[in-house]
């Protein structure tokens, strides 16, 4: 026990010899900070269902066709 408090008394005084100067620092980040985090964070994918699926795929392939072909459409009959 003698020896407990000797070695708990010499580790005490080895640790009162160092004193460490701890800087000031904000912990909750600017808005500037939270902007450019938010702008640096990876995004999730609007597509990822449709591409995911065989018919998804087929659906994204055709989809701008149709939409093409319908304003081709649409503007052939203003025309007339």
């Given at each position: 026990?003698?020896q407990d408090q000797n070695k708990d008394h010499h580790l005490r005084?080895?640790?009162?010899?160092y004193h460490v100067n701890i800087p000031d620092f904000p912990m909750?980040?600017?808005?500037?900070?939270?902007?450019?985090?938010?702008?640096?964070?990876?995004?999730?994918?609007?597509?990822?269902?449709?591409?995911?699926?065989?018919?998804?795929?087929?659906?994204?392939?055709?989809?701008?066709?149709?939409?093409?072909?319908?304003?081709?459409?649409?503007?052939?009959?203003?025309?007339?």
């Amino acid at each position: 026990m003698r020896q407990d408090q000797n070695k708990d008394h010499h580790l005490r005084k080895r640790l009162d010899e160092y004193h460490v100067n701890i800087p000031d620092f904000p912990m909750k980040p600017n808005r500037w900070e939270r902007f450019i985090h938010f702008l640096a964070s990876p995004a999730k994918d609007p597509l990822e269902p449709l591409i995911s699926t065989p018919n998804g795929l087929l659906v994204l392939k055709l989809v701008p066709i149709i939409g093409t072909t319908a304003i081709a459409f649409i503007q052939v009959l203003l025309i007339l």
